[in-house]
């Protein structure tokens, strides 16, 4: 069965860090990028960040960049996603989703529908 699972999710202060760890089983997440999204209560999921299959191309919206770097383990199939800096604002279930590319730049975009593959999600929720 073709899976991603994310994990580290949780209740922290804010200003903490979390570190959200999204691996892959099923399948080798060699040639895809990934994307990272959350979906806040009542709200839409909305992507923020995405991360190029060799790693060397990211893609951050503004809310997030400086603040959540994305990196990946193409050895241990696994991508990151270092969550700093945390606002209450950033409460969520947090996603992560591939999607085949034969261009190892690409870092995707930020649209639902791109995605071949989806999370079950793992929620973070920020106390002020």
């Known amino acids: 069965q073709l899976q991603l699972v994310e994990s580290g999710g949780g209740l922290v202060r804010t200003g903490g860090s979390l570190r959200l760890p999204c691996a892959a089983s099923g399948f080798t997440l060699e040639h895809y990028a990934i994307g990272w999204f959350g979906q806040g209560p009542g709200e839409e999921r909305e992507g923020g960040l995405g991360i190029s299959s060799s790693g060397g191309s990211t893609n951050y919206a503004d809310s997030v960049k400086g603040r959540f770097p994305t990196s990946r383990d193409n050895a241990k199939n696994t991508v990151y996603l270092q969550m700093n800096s945390l606002t209450p604002a950033d409460t969520a279930v947090y996603y992560c989703?591939?999607?085949?590319?034969?261009?190892?730049?690409?870092?995707?975009?930020?649209?639902?529908?791109?995605?071949?593959?989806w999370g079950q999600g793992t929620q973070v929720t920020v106390s002020s």
């Open positions: 989703a591939a999607v085949l590319s034969l261009d190892s730049d690409y870092a995707g975009v930020f649209a639902p529908p791109e995605y071949d593959y």
